[in-house]
């Protein structure tokens, strides 16, 4: 599963458009993947700074799993993902 969320997380990092009924969808997914992050805004999602926000609100470690992850597939993406955190 942690390389899923990292590649989940890299995914909705770059995407600049979505349809409403794929947000639905990916809303539903999340919830149920990531119970612990809290409600997901599906109006937020897709971009980095909308990552940025839904890593903030994870536990600690899942958070370090995931950008370790991302770092090691897209450096430059961990970059601005990071400078957008907290």
């Known amino acids: 599963p942690d390389a899923l969320q990292a590649?989940?997380?890299m995914r909705l990092a770059n995407i600049d458009f979505i349809s409403p009924e794929l947000?639905?969808?990916?809303d539903d997914v999340l919830k149920a993947e990531l119970a612990t992050?809290?409600?997901?805004?599906?109006?937020?999602?897709?971009g980095v700074e909308p990552v940025a926000e839904m890593?903030?609100?994870m536990d600690?470690?899942?958070e370090t799993n995931i950008?370790?992850?991302v770092e090691e597939k897209d450096?430059?993406?961990?970059?601005?993902?990071?400078k957008l955190m907290f």
């Not at 947000?23 to 990916?26: G, P, R, S, T």
């Not at 992050?37 to 897709?46: A, C, F, K, M, N």
């Not at 450096?75 to 990071?82: G, T, V």
Request: charged share 25%; net charge negative.
């Open 7 to 9: 590649e989940v997380v």
């Open 23 to 26: 947000i639905a969808q990916l």
């Open 37 to 46: 992050v809290g409600t997901i805004d599906s109006t937020s999602l897709g």
């Open 55 to 57: 890593l903030n609100s």
């Open 60 to 62: 600690k470690t899942a």
């Open 67 to 69: 950008m370790a992850r």
């Open 75 to 82: 450096p430059e993406l961990a970059e601005e993902i990071k």
